[in-house]
């Protein structure tokens, strides 16, 4: 079995939940908000479903579009908003414009600036990630497979989701240093892996049983 140069250390990781005192009553408050926005909040609005609700599938829409339809009553907005595949946006800045630039023309196409109820307005919560340092460590495909069974979802949501946000690249951490270990087949179908199809645990899933067969 082959051995990697570089072993790869697995991390975990928790999310804190942070309120804000920022709020918003209708749409051109919601989109002039959002576009100061800092990533933390943008980051939370649409990713925390990934994380909360793991066992979910196909995964619920982010937060803006759960709004839009929920409480303004504009399903319109929100089946554009929740058609947006926040995993094809690796970095936050882009997956804002993307948001604010359909909320922004759906309000220039003349639709009516709907009020929510008082109690029901957009409030902002903002993400703060704190990462953790394992002792679990791969050097071959057969500890990376024992360690992908012991991993929190805290653990795969770092690995597999927030490394696309902090490389900007479609990759994960996973398949980089598949790719470094020379399992070029292995470390592309590990990208290809889609948590909104398969969720966290199904991503888990997949992986071992990809390993294990190279392993065999």
Same mark, same amino acid.
């Given at each position: 079995?082959?051995?990697?140069?570089?072993?790869?250390?697995?991390?975990?990781?928790? $999310?804190?939940?942070?309120?804000?005192?920022?709020?918003?009553?209708?749409?051109?408050?919601?989109?002039?908000?959002?576009?100061?926005?800092?990533?933390?909040?943008?980051?939370?609005?649409?990713?925390?479903?990934?994380?909360? $609700?793991?066992?979910? !599938?196909?995964?619920?829409?982010?937060?803006?579009?759960?709004? &839009?339809?929920?409480?303004?009553?504009?399903?319109? %907005?929100?089946?554009?908003?929740?058609?947006?595949?926040?995993?094809?946006?690796?970095?936050?800045?882009?997956?804002?414009?993307?948001?604010?630039?359909?909320?922004?023309? $759906?309000?220039?196409?003349?639709?009516?600036?709907?009020?929510?109820?008082?109690?029901?307005?957009?409030?902002?919560?903002?993400?703060?990630?704190?990462?953790?340092?394992?002792?679990?460590?791969?050097?071959?495909?057969?500890?990376?497979?024992?360690?992908?069974? !012991? %991993?929190? %979802?805290?653990?795969?949501?770092?690995?597999?989701?927030?490394?696309?946000?902090? !490389?900007?690249?479609?990759?994960?951490?996973?398949?980089?240093?598949?790719?470094?270990?020379?399992?070029?087949?292995? &470390?592309?179908?590990?990208?290809?892996?889609?948590?909104?199809?398969?969720?966290?645990?199904?991503?888990?899933?997949?992986?071992?049983? %990809?390993?294990?067969?190279?392993?065999?």
């Amino acid at each position: 079995m082959k051995k990697a140069a570089e072993p790869f250390h697995f991390v975990d990781q928790v $999310h804190l939940k942070e309120l804000t005192a920022i709020k918003a009553k209708n749409l051109r408050e919601l989109v002039d908000i959002l576009r100061n926005a800092p990533d933390s909040i943008v980051h939370y609005h649409t990713h925390h479903f990934l994380e909360e $609700h793991h066992y979910l !599938t196909p995964e619920p829409a982010n937060d803006f579009a759960v709004w &839009a339809t929920d409480v303004l009553g504009d399903e319109i %907005l929100g089946e554009k908003l929740a058609s947006i595949d926040i995993l094809e946006f690796p970095a936050m800045s882009r997956l804002r414009d993307e948001i604010v630039n359909l909320i922004e023309q $759906h309000i220039s196409s003349g639709q009516e600036l709907r009020k929510a109820p008082e109690g029901k307005e957009f409030y902002f919560i903002k993400w703060t990630s704190i990462v953790l340092p394992t002792s679990r460590v791969a050097r071959d495909l057969g500890e990376f497979c024992e360690a992908l069974g !012991t %991993l929190s %979802l805290g653990s795969l949501y770092f690995h597999i989701i927030e490394s696309r946000l902090r !490389t900007g690249e479609m990759s994960n951490d996973f398949s980089v240093w598949l790719d470094n270990l020379g399992e070029q087949e292995l &470390a592309e179908a590990a990208a290809r892996l889609d948590p909104y199809t398969y969720t966290l645990e199904g991503v888990r899933s997949q992986l071992i049983k %990809l390993a294990a067969k190279r392993i065999k």
